[in-house]
Each structure stands twice: as structure tokens, then as C-alpha cells.
């Protein structure tokens, strides 16, 4: 692969899952969360993403749309999206009058990513949608019909149902993935495509080839564009980054076995928690996190950057302390703003 992009040439992101931490309410997520984009902003992060999940204790934007407003509101410039729609859970209809109503309230600001798969468990997906069948299979008809309400030229046939507010608006729709499935979808469609490397790092490269091979020009890209999912957790050592990061190996670890948890607070030791099966089946789903000091994160995000020729970063960092928090997505605004 070639190695002529260098870190300054392309733009990054952050996803904020709202994380509810051991010992604290989404009342302080969200606070946290309205932080976090702030700072997001004065350093030079493009968009600010919150992912629907449902369910979970740890995970405090399920109602993402409604979370996209409050920081769209207290931001001033960056753009504020979801990272993302889980379509499968919703009438595309409500999507569009949703982020139609976003985009009248904040033009030119909101981005609409779109994942098929339900973000929680068969029983929470059915209570969302009350449709067992909507398990992703009808993924593509869903899109196109949620695309038509924002353009009337993709229905197949005469509108009878319009989205107020939402038709006519441009909204930038993303497909999001962390499989096959959305890259060669998005590449048909000529859409920009983000890829789920922060827990599927295996899939990365084949779904990347896959989307830009499949890529068709359209009216709304000439060329792919790929973004990338990614975990970063940075310190002011290595040491302490890989302190942080035991917070994430617990989230992860807690999902593998079904323990419902808020974020756990770091430890000292992960040997102490799991068993050599779990450590190796976590070591390979976080296989492309970025743990380190700055240089250490440096070189390695140069590394995947050679791999993976992104255009786009989104960074990912699931830490306890809010000000440790904050202190990461710092450290790679200095790495991504010098020149």
C-alpha cells in the first residue's frame, strides 16, 4: 500500500458514546459529552459523532438524535452527527423528519451515518420497532427510502408522503460498517463510507477494498471516501495510557460476558480480571487500538494510516476520568495540527 499520506493531510473526528462511568448519571454524561465537543471544536476536529445503542448501561446516547441537538446547540461550527443510525430500529420516515428538523435548526452542520445493524439485543430491537422483521435484510430499501424523502428524484415513484421538515434539504448520509455488507452498498451508491475498525479491526482492509472497488461516481462524491473508527487512548506516558486503557478492556470484557456494568474505573492489572481465552479474543477485537504517549501514538497512527489510507480518522476513547478524557483527544489535536 502506498505510503504518500502523511497525518497532516487528512481530517479528523470524534465519536462520543456519552459514557456513563461507575459512580456517575447520564445527567454528567451529558455535561461531559457538551465538554468534550467544545474543546472538540477549539482543536480542530471536523465532526463530532454520538452512536445509538440501547440497553446498556454503560452507553448513554440512545436517543441520539435528541443528544445531536444539545451539542449542535452549545457548538458553534463543527459538524454533529450520528455515528450511528441504527435504521433497522426505525421508520425511515421519523429518521428523516428527525434530522430534517436538526438540519433546518443548524444548516449546513448535521451528518445522517447509517448503520444496519440494531445496536442491542433481538428483545430491545423488537421493542424499539415493534418488527421482528426488520433484522437489517431489508437494509437497502430502507435507505432508499429514507434518501427520498430528502430528494424526491430517488423515489421510484410518486411521493405521497413527504418529510416536513426534511425534503429538498442536503444532508450528507453516511453508510457506516463493520463487515462487507455497507462498503460494497456505499460503493454502488457512491456514498462515503466509515468503517467500525475500533472493534473489528480483522475486516478493515478487505471492507476498504472492497468499498473502493466497488465505488460508483454520484452526485454526491466524484471519488471514495473512507473514514475509519479508532481507538486512541492517549497519555502524557505510555505508561499511563495503558493504565487508561484498562477502562475499555473492561467495557469490552463486560460485553463478552453479558455483565451489565456501568465504566469501570481503571486498574492496575487486567490479569487479575480475565482468563488467557478472554485476553486473546480482546487482544484481537481491539487489535488496532492506538495506546501510548505522543510519539507512541504518532508513529502508530502513521502505521494505520499507511495500511489503511483513510482520508478520514474517528477517534474513539472510552475513558473513566473525564479530564484524562479530554487530555487524549488534546494530545491528538497537537499530533493532527502540526504541520
Keep these: 500500500m502506498s505510503t504518500d499520506k502523511q497525518l497532516k493531510d487528512i481530517r479528523y473526528s470524534a465519536l462520543d458514546l456519552s459514557p456513563i462511568v461507575e459512580n456517575g448519571t447520564a445527567s454528567d454524561s451529558y455535561q461531559n459529552t457538551v465538554d468534550l465537543a467544545q474543546h472538540a471544536e477549539k482543536w480542530g476536529y471536523h465532526r463530532y459523532w454520538m452512536a445509538e445503542h440501547h440497553n446498556m ?59 444496519r445493524a440494531p445496536g442491542t439485543d433481538q428483545l430491545t430491537m423488537q421493542a424499539l420497532r415493534r418488527n421482528s422483521k426488520s433484522d437489517g435484510h431489508d437494509f437497502p430499501q430502507d435507505l432508499e427510502e429514507l434518501r427520498a424523502y430528502f430528494d424526491s428524484s430517488l423515489a421510484s415513484e410518486k411521493q405521497r408522503i413527504r418529510a416536513i421538515p426534511g425534503q429538498g434539504l442536503d444532508i450528507p448520509i453516511w453508510l457506516l460498517g463493520s463487515s462487507g455488507f455497507s462498503a460494497q452498498l456505499a460503493g454502488q451508491l457512491g456514498l462515503p463510507f466509515a468503517f467500525a475498525s475500533h472493534f ?27 473514514m475509519v473508527g479508532l ?20 467495557q469490552f470484557l463486560n460485553l463478552v460476558r453479558n ?48 495500511d489503511t489510507q483513510a482520508d478520514e480518522m474517528m477517534i474513539n476513547a472510552q475513558i473513566y476520568d473525564h479530564n484524562a478524557r479530554l487530555r487524549s483527544y488534546e494530545i491528538v489535536s497537537e499530533i493532527m495540527n502540526e504541520n
Design 57 to 115: 448501561p454503560f452507553i448513554g446516547s440512545s436517543a441520539t438524535s435528541v443528544l445531536i441537538g444539545h451539542v449542535a446547540g452549545a457548538t458553534s461550527k463543527i459538524r454533529v452527527g450520528s455515528g450511528g443510525i441504527m435504521l433497522p430500529n426505525h421508520s425511515p420516515l421519523v429518521i428523516a423528519e428527525q434530522f430534517g428538523t436538526l438540519e433546518t435548526l443548524y444548516p449546513d452542520r448535521i451528518d445522517l451515518g447509517l448503520g
Design 200 to 226: 473489528s479491526p480483522d475486516n478493515t482492509l478487505p471492507a476498504l477494498d472492497l468499498y473502493r472497488r466497488s465505488f460508483q461516481p454520484s452526485d454526491v462524491l466524484d471519488e471514495p471516501y473512507a
Design 231 to 250: 481507538n486512541i487512548i492517549a497519555a502524557d506516558t505510555d505508561n499511563a495510557a495503558e493504565y487508561l486503557s484498562t477502562t475499555m478492556k473492561q
Design 259 to 306: 455483565t451489565e456494568n456501568k465504566l469501570q474505573p481503571p486498574v492496575d492489572n487486567m490479569d487479575d480480571i480475565w482468563t488467557e481465552q478472554e485476553k486473546f479474543a480482546l487482544q484481537k477485537q481491539l487489535g488496532s487500538s492506538i495506546i501510548g504517549s505522543r510519539n507512541t501514538v504518532r508513529k502508530q497512527m502513521q502505521d494505520f494510516l499507511n
